[in-house]
């Protein structure tokens, strides 16, 4: 693996499939490793109207998602490149594409991405992203970003994992992404080879519809040991 100009091991930020399993794009590696990384969450609570007590009641309403939020520096100024080539590919994976179905398009949401440094994976999506140009050749090509980005997580997990299967990690929890003509008994079909066990994913998941799946919703699939 290349090394960031500090002779460290390098971030990365890659596509990954609805199994957080890398797509087999080429990632993108940080040129200069973050400063440092936030990662926030926040609950959601409702105060009750009707209560006149002196102790405010609340009451839980929602989970947030987490998110992190970093800033990364993407520098070619040795090269005399320009650095818009590697911060596009950032830009890329906010894209809504197309997919066209028979005679039908249909947008495909932006796919999810992990950030990985170390021990440290973030599997979520880009939600917020600005670039700023801070350095230019003769010319105006620009040659350093400053790149400010938020990924929220679309599940509650936890992002230090079990080294090694002795480690104390525990199995690890797959998702599938619900898209188009997606049934649970399909779903079930493809990651257990057994359309009856539909059944493991709708009780995990609490659906109480196995009908009504959403596109875009995401399941998390358990093992079928359960």
Request: aromatic share 10%.
């Amino acid at each position: 693996m290349s090394t960031t100009r500090g002779d460290l091991q390098p971030a990365t930020i890659f596509e990954v499939n609805a199994f957080s399993q890398p797509t087999g794009e080429l990632p993108i590696m940080c040129m200069f490793n973050p400063y440092e990384y936030t990662v926030s969450k926040s609950n959601t609570f409702e105060r009750d109207p009707k209560n006149n007590a002196d102790v405010m009641h609340i009451t839980f309403k929602e989970s947030g998602s987490q998110t992190l939020s970093l800033s990364l520096v993407f520098d070619t100024f040795e090269k005399k490149e320009d650095v818009s080539l590697i911060t596009n590919k950032l830009w890329k994976l906010m894209e809504v594409k197309t997919r066209r179905d028979r005679k039908d398009t249909e947008k495909v949401e932006p796919p999810y991405v992990m950030f990985k440094w170390g021990v440290f994976q973030f599997v979520a999506v880009i939600t917020d992203m600005t670039q700023k140009f801070t350095l230019f050749l003769p010319n105006g090509t620009p040659v350093r970003a400053k790149v400010d980005i938020t990924f929220t997580q679309f599940d509650d997990s936890n992002d230090y994992p079990g080294q090694n299967p002795t480690s104390g990690g525990g199995s690890v929890e797959q998702f599938w992404r619900v898209v188009g003509d997606d049934r649970i008994d399909t779903i079930a079909a493809k990651v257990y080879g057994d359309a009856t066990k539909w059944r493991l994913i709708a009780t995990h998941n609490q659906i109480a519809n196995p009908l009504l799946l959403q596109s875009g919703q995401q399941l998390m699939i358990p093992d079928d040991n359960e």
